[in-house]
């Protein structure tokens, strides 16, 4: 196999097999290709369903540039060739960008190992896009994506996902009250009260955290050793630490 020349240049389509679909049943993999993510998929291509002795798991969409990440979708179906049976359509993945790789990488490490262990990495990458999202609505809007978001705001983005995460993750935790009863004396400890005064403190460190980040940016930013963070928010990074260690800390 040829060593690549060129990467990260088109979009690299991923998917997982599906448990009962397999290659005795199925010999043709089918992708299909949406610019709007709930309709109008187009058959794209049709590949076989092994390659090598292994069922294929990804395909390159080399008429997408990897800039049209955000704007295209993917879905595929598994069909027989002879019989005309298929099975799907099931979800596929557009592989990471080597940015977005480093801040889920970021990202998860930050997350309790309670959390993140659970968790795959495109399920982290949702986390943030999310919080992206969070940070465009507030004002002034934006419209900023994984490829243009300007450097001086990874950090809101990564506490934006953090929250998001913790927040999504340790619900299911704080549904469970804990009661405890032994000779007469008891205990109830309600988590769930115990969770929501930390996420109000915590969401409101991080709103005065944004309205500072959005209300305008400086010409260049501020430098604190290797966090680059924009001139208004330099005395606020105590507050940046703080959260990350409140939200780091959930579930263990």
């Given at each position: 196999?040829?060593?690549?020349?060129?990467?990260?240049?088109n979009?690299?389509?991923?998917?997982?097999?599906p448990p009962?679909?397999?290659?005795?049943v199925?010999d043709?993999i089918?992708?299909y290709?949406?610019?709007?993510e709930?309709?109008?998929?187009?058959?794209?291509?049709?590949?076989?369903?092994?390659?090598?002795?292994n069922?294929?798991?990804?395909?390159?969409?080399?008429?997408?540039?990897?800039?049209?990440?955000?704007?295209v979708?993917?879905t595929?179906?598994?069909?027989n060739s002879?019989?005309?049976a298929?099975n799907?359509p099931?979800?596929?993945?557009?592989?990471?960008?080597?940015r977005?790789?480093?801040?889920?990488?970021?990202?998860?490490?930050?997350l309790s190992?309670f959390?993140?262990?659970?968790?795959?990495?495109?399920?982290?990458?949702?986390?943030?896009?999310?919080?992206?999202?969070g940070?465009?609505v507030y004002?002034?809007?934006?419209?900023?994506?994984?490829?243009?978001?300007p450097?001086?705001?990874?950090?809101?983005v990564?506490?934006?996902?953090?929250?998001?995460g913790?927040?999504m993750?340790?619900?299911?935790?704080?549904?469970?009250?804990?009661?405890?009863?032994?000779?007469?004396?008891?205990?109830?400890?309600n988590?769930?009260d115990?969770m929501?005064?930390?996420?109000?403190?915590v969401l409101?460190?991080?709103?005065?955290l944004?309205?500072?980040a959005?209300?305008?940016?400086?010409?260049?930013?501020?430098?604190?050793?290797t966090?680059?963070?924009?001139w208004?928010?330099?005395?606020?990074l105590?507050?940046?630490?703080e959260i990350?260690?409140?939200?780091?800390?959930?579930?263990?």
């Amino acid at each position: 196999m040829a060593l690549p020349i060129n990467l990260y240049t088109n979009v690299v389509v991923n998917w997982v097999i599906p448990p009962g679909i397999t290659s005795v049943v199925y010999d043709t993999i089918n992708i299909y290709r949406s610019s709007m993510e709930a309709q109008n998929y187009d058959l794209m291509a049709s590949i076989p369903f092994l390659s090598g002795g292994n069922p294929q798991t990804s395909y390159t969409d080399a008429s997408q540039g990897i800039t049209t990440k955000g704007t295209v979708f993917y879905t595929v179906i598994f069909s027989n060739s002879l019989t005309g049976a298929y099975n799907g359509p099931y979800l596929a993945y557009k592989a990471l960008t080597p940015r977005e790789q480093r801040l889920v990488l970021q990202l998860r490490d930050s997350l309790s190992r309670f959390i993140s262990n659970t968790l795959a990495d495109e399920e982290i990458r949702q986390y943030l896009e999310g919080a992206i999202q969070g940070v465009n609505v507030y004002s002034p809007t934006t419209s900023f994506t994984f490829f243009d978001l300007p450097q001086s705001l990874e950090p809101l983005v990564l506490l934006g996902g953090l929250i998001f995460g913790a927040s999504m993750n340790m619900l299911r935790v704080g549904f469970t009250d804990i009661q405890y009863s032994d000779q007469g004396w008891s205990l109830n400890a309600n988590r769930m009260d115990k969770m929501g005064q930390t996420f109000d403190r915590v969401l409101k460190m991080y709103n005065e955290l944004l309205a500072i980040a959005k209300l305008d940016y400086a010409e260049g930013p501020q430098s604190i050793t290797t966090l680059m963070v924009p001139w208004g928010m330099g005395n606020k990074l105590g507050n940046i630490l703080e959260i990350f260690s409140i939200l780091g800390s959930a579930g263990r």
